[in-house]
Every structure is written in C-alpha cells, then in structure tokens.
C-alpha cells in the first residue's frame, strides 16, 4: 500500500519529482493487493516520462498514475476511485491497458483514463455484469475478447472488452409473403427476424447476407422460411457492440405466405370471312395481364365466336385454358377474357351445291356456305336444281339462278340494292321481304313476282318470258324499263311512279296506286314515261292520276281515279276502247293516236306532241323568255308556233 501524502507540494513520491521530471520504466508487482492511495486531486502516485506496469492480485489506484505507456494487470479486480487517474503521454497505440480476471470499477468519473488521441485506452474484464463503468464512455465494446489475444481488435479508439462470449438465439415472427414469382426465395426484412440474449443493454441489429427461402415454391400459407448466413450486430445506445456468436447460425419457422399470381389469359383479334361456322382460327392463349414464371406453360384452349354471323365489333369466347405450374394451376388465379374486338366479314359469294334433298334455301348440305343472315352478298344458283324455297330471312345483293325461285314460310328477303338475274323466274311472293332497289332480268320462262314491305324504286326489270307482278306496301317508282313478254302489274299502297323509261308489256300492263276500297292522299299515279301493253293498259288512282307520257294498249285503255286527272303536253293514248273515269265521272282522254295512221306505209305523221318536241328542242340551252311591249314577260316561241295558253297574233 502506497500513500503520497495529502498535499501536491509534496510532488511524486515513485518516480521523479514534479519539478523535474524524468525518464525511466517503473514496475511494480505484488502477489495481493497493490493501493495507491491520496485524496487530493492532482496528487501523483506514480510519476514518470517512461512506462509503467502494474502487476497483482488486486489493483486499485486512488491517486494519479502517470507515464508513457500504462499497464494494469490484476487477477481479480482493478478499481478506479476518489481522485483516481491513469494518465498516458503516448500518442499512438494502446497507451493504456487495464486488464483483470474480474471485475473492472471506475468511481474517478469520465476523465478517469487520460489519453492524447489517437493513442487510445482499452479496459479488459471478465463479464459487463461485473463491472462498473460510471461515467467513463468508450468508443466501442467487444466481447470474446480477452487480454492476450493476438487478434485485432472489432473496431480503433477507445473501448471495453470482455473474455465473455454472449450467444444471441435467432428466430423468426411475423410474416413473411410474396406473391407467386416461381422461386422459392423469401425476402425478409429486420422486423421479420427475433434474437434473444443480449446483455448490458445491448440493442441487436441484423446484418450480413441472409437467404431466406420457402419450403416450397408454391402457393399456401403457414409455409416453412429458412434464413442462414445472417450476422447480428448490437449497439449500447450510440456504441456499438461486437462479438455476439449466433446460436446455431440460422433459423426457420412456418411464417410464410404465397399467394396466387394474377394472370389474365385472352387472345388477339380473330379476323375471319364468313364460313357458316362459330370456329376461331387462328385464336391461341394470349396472357394481358400478368406474367408466367420460368418453366409454367398455358395448356389447351377453346375459342369460338359467339355466333357465325358477320359483324365487326364480335365476342370471341375463351374457354379451357389451364396451366402446367406444378400445382395444378393453384399457383396462379387465373380470369379467362373473352376476345371483344374480333370480327366476320361478309362472304362474297354462296353456291347452291344441293342435289334431289329437300330443295331448301335453310338446309346447310344445299351450300357450299349458308347465305343466312346478312352473312354473304351474293349467291349462286346452278340450271337443273330444282325450285329453290326461300325459307329463312336473309339480306342479300344478288341472286343468280339458273333454276327456278320461291319463297315459302319463314322466309323473307332484305336488300338495300337487291340485282335478281334468274333463268326459271322468281316468286317472292311471301311477307317480310323489304327490298330498297330492285333491279332484276329473267331469260328463261318464269314470272317475276314480288311482295314488299318497304318503299322501292325499280332499275331495269324485264322478263323474257313470263309475266312481271310487283306489290309493294309503301311508294313505289321506277328509273328503268320494266319489259315483260307478258303481263305487268306493279301496285303500290301509296304513290307509283312510272319513270321515264316506261312499261312495256306483250300483254296488259295494270298500274295501281293505293287501295281503292279504302283510298288515302297519298295514292296518286304518275306517269313521267310511255305504257305500252300488246292486249290493254288499266290505270287505277286511289287519289289522283297524272299522265305526262303516251299510254297505248293495243285493245283499249282504261283509267280510273278517285281524285282528278292532270295531263302533261307530251300525255297521247291509241286505239279504242278508251275510258277515263274521275270518281264516276267520265274525263276526255288525252288526244288520241290511231294505230292505223301510224302503221300506214310511206305516211309521215306530224302531231302536236312531235311538233312540240321540235319547239323544245329549239329552245334548249337559250333564254325561253322575252317581253311583252307592256314589260310583262312572255314566252320565245320560234318558227310561229303558238305555245299553250298564248294568244295567236
């Protein structure tokens, strides 16, 4: 036991003198107790420019220890306290060294260890929970580390170390999920992992390169995570703490979570021409939302239009698909999405392939493809097929038919620009039909004959050898020759107009507009072009009739209004019989024109219409105005003819 005394005059009592210090290594050893004791602050217990080293059982310092480089070894404990400093004039390496088997305290406050940077200090005991560190900070803490150990240290500066060697259990909680990626990695994150055993108040953080995995890489819960290769690190409020060991190195519990991808499975755009089938070609499993992992594959598929008719703007069904995942398709939740923007364009063309069978236009064996619907354009039907029955509602363009045409229960036909060429006539004479225009020619012996739902306007319509009957609901006109070796008869139940080029018939022509049992105002009959008729022309107005063409029937004509009759300058009729009848009242026809006069040889006849036609024809293209010496206007007249209604002069 060493005391310096109880002033600082007295100066150092080991080593040199305050006054002059010097140099020189001092060693003290004792088998028990070593005690520098003092209780003035600035006391030195041990003075000197060189080392010192401290050796015994116990090592307690009370006063100041001074030196280069300070050793303090005790097999039991070391104690700092009252006025007790070790001071160390080194400036580089382990300038103090306090190492015991024990325990280390410290009751001399945060200056109890005084180095010149970066020279450090570092304190060796057995276990933190011996120790009293007080106010004495350190820049780090290591354990498993005793005095002697030739390994480098954790970390530089300042620091305490321990011989104890903690051992931190490592778990995990919560929950660990992903959504099914085709691996089994698990991505964990600090709050998914729990150690337990930390000491001394040491906070755990987790580090290093930790790989976690599922048991499986498919799709459950409560699914076993593994994670090795993780580091745990510790801090003790700002210093960090070193050498925790990781009991067994690793970890797993069943925390895991795989949930099912989403996968969104359609397929592209399905563009066909119209076949008669719902078939898909070309339709293949196309994935729009979502992704397959490696190795997954789509498997099968059905895809179908929802109806074999054209259209744009059409549903393609998709149906069947399955995945090859390995969990039998439980890997991923799958929505199969039908097709909305695929599409069947109009056929071109249908051929009548049907032998002896039933001769129906509904049969499919009767096509090459069913023209049903609004499916084809146009169809084609050979000579020697027998009568064809129209059996179904269909829109067509064109019928070519070499064989004969009917339309029976059921069937109806739809046309906005219908052409009709046919070798063996048509009969359309069911309801339903509603055809816009009409053009339509037969070459082979047969009628034409059609019922209407919608107003018409005819192009040219001839017959060769039958008769033309047409009956419309809705106003009927004509801009093109309607010719029949036999008769015509086109009703209307609402205005007819007979354009320009006129009717012709081998027999009687019979135009009637509107019904006259129960006429309206709308029934009028006008005819802007010639009707001709090999045997007689009737003509019947539910309202009024106008004639601004010639009407010639062979064997009389006869012409019956319910309204008034208006003739134009170019309106003639023939041979007699000839009766025009308004209402009951019987009406002068229109200037007459024997046919004898016109079938003389040699004869040129001059009639007003012809004279007319000439004045017409003068004028064209020039001003048909002058004026009268009043200033009021009148018409140009040439060549002396008198124009109606003008006054000859």
């Not at 990781?246 to 949930?259: E, K, Q």
């Amino acid at each position: 036991r060493f005391n310096p005394g109880s002033s600082t005059s007295a100066g150092g009592h080991i080593g040199s003198s305050a006054s002059a210090t010097g140099g020189g290594d001092i060693d003290l050893t004792a088998g028990g107790l070593i005690t520098l004791g003092g209780t003035v602050t600035g006391e030195l217990a041990i003075r000197t420019l060189g080392n010192v080293s401290l050796d015994a059982h116990d090592l307690s310092i009370g006063n100041l220890v001074a030196g280069a480089h300070v050793t303090g070894i005790a097999a039991n404990a070391i104690t700092l306290g009252g006025v007790g400093k070790v001071q160390a004039g080194a400036t580089s390496g382990d300038a103090i060294v306090l190492a015991t088997g024990g325990g280390f305290s410290n009751g001399a406050g945060a200056l109890a260890l005084q180095v010149n940077a970066p020279a450090r200090w570092l304190v060796y005991s057995q276990d933190p929970s011996q120790d009293t560190r007080g106010a004495l900070l350190a820049d780090f803490k290591q354990y498993d580390k005793a005095y002697g150990d030739a390994t480098a240290l954790a970390a530089s500066g300042n620091g305490f170390l321990y011989s104890y060697a903690p051992s931190a259990s490592l778990s995990l909680t919560g929950t660990v999920s992903k959504v099914y990626d085709g691996t089994d990695t698990a991505t964990l994150s600090a709050a998914n992992f729990l150690a337990s055993g930390a000491i001394d108040g040491d906070v755990f953080t987790f580090g290093g390169q930790a790989s976690g995995h599922y048991d499986t890489r498919n799709v459950g819960s409560a699914k076993t995570v593994s994670v090795s290769g993780l580091s745990i690190s510790a801090m003790n409020g700002s210093t960090p703490v070193y050498g925790y060991a990781i009991a067994g190195g690793s970890a797993a519990r069943p925390v895991g979570t795989i949930t099912a991808a989403p996968l969104t499975v359609s397929t592209a755009p399905v563009s066909k021409t119209y076949d008669g089938s719902s078939s898909a070609p070309g339709a293949a499993p196309l994935i729009t939302v979502g992704t397959l992992a490696a190795g997954d594959t789509l498997v099968g598929g059905s895809f179908a239009f929802l109806d074999a008719n054209a259209g744009s703007g059409k549903t393609v069904t998709v149906s069947g698909v399955t995945l090859s995942d390995g969990n039998g398709g439980n890997n991923y939740q799958l929505t199969l999405l039908d097709n909305t923007t695929s599409s069947i364009t109009q056929r071109a063309l249908s051929t009548w392939t049907g032998g002896a069978g039933d001769h129906l236009w509904s049969s499919a064996g009767n096509w090459d493809v069913l023209p049903s619907a609004a499916n084809v354009l146009a169809v084609s039907i050979p000579s020697g097929a027998g009568t064809v029955a129209l059996d179904m509602p269909v829109v067509l363009q064109g019928i070519s038919s070499g064989s004969p045409l009917s339309q029976v229960a059921g069937g109806s036909l739809h046309s906005s620009a219908l052409s009709l060429v046919t070798q063996g006539g048509a009969s359309l004479s069911g309801s339903g039909n509603q055809i816009a225009q009409l053009s339509a020619a037969n070459s082979g012996s047969g009628d034409i004959t059609l019922v209407n739902g919608v107003p018409l306007v005819l192009g040219s319509v001839q017959n060769s050898s039958g008769n033309i009957t047409l009956t419309n609901t809705g106003a009927l006109s004509s801009n093109g020759p309607v010719v029949a070796s036999g008769n015509v008869a086109l009703t209307a139940l609402s205005p007819l107009t007979v354009g320009a080029p006129g009717v012709s018939a081998g027999g009687n022509v019979v135009l009637t507009a509107g019904n006259l049992s129960a006429p309206g105002p709308t029934d009028n009959l006008t005819l802007n072009g010639p009707v001709t008729a090999g045997n007689t022309v009737g003509l019947y107005a539910g309202n009024n009739l106008v004639q601004n063409a010639a009407v010639l029937g062979a064997n009389g004509v006869t012409a019956y209004a319910l309204g008034s009759f208006s003739f134009g300058p170019l309106a003639t009729t023939n041979a007699p019989p000839i009766s025009y009848n308004a209402g009951g009242v019987p009406v002068a026809p229109p200037p007459t024109v024997l046919a004898s006069s016109l079938q003389a040889p040699g004869d040129v006849v001059a009639n007003a219409l012809g004279v007319m036609q000439d004045v017409l024809a003068d004028v064209q293209g020039s001003d048909a105005l002058a004026f009268n010496p009043d200033g009021s206007k009148k018409k140009k007249i040439a060549d002396g003819v008198v124009a109606e209604e003008e006054v000859c002069r």
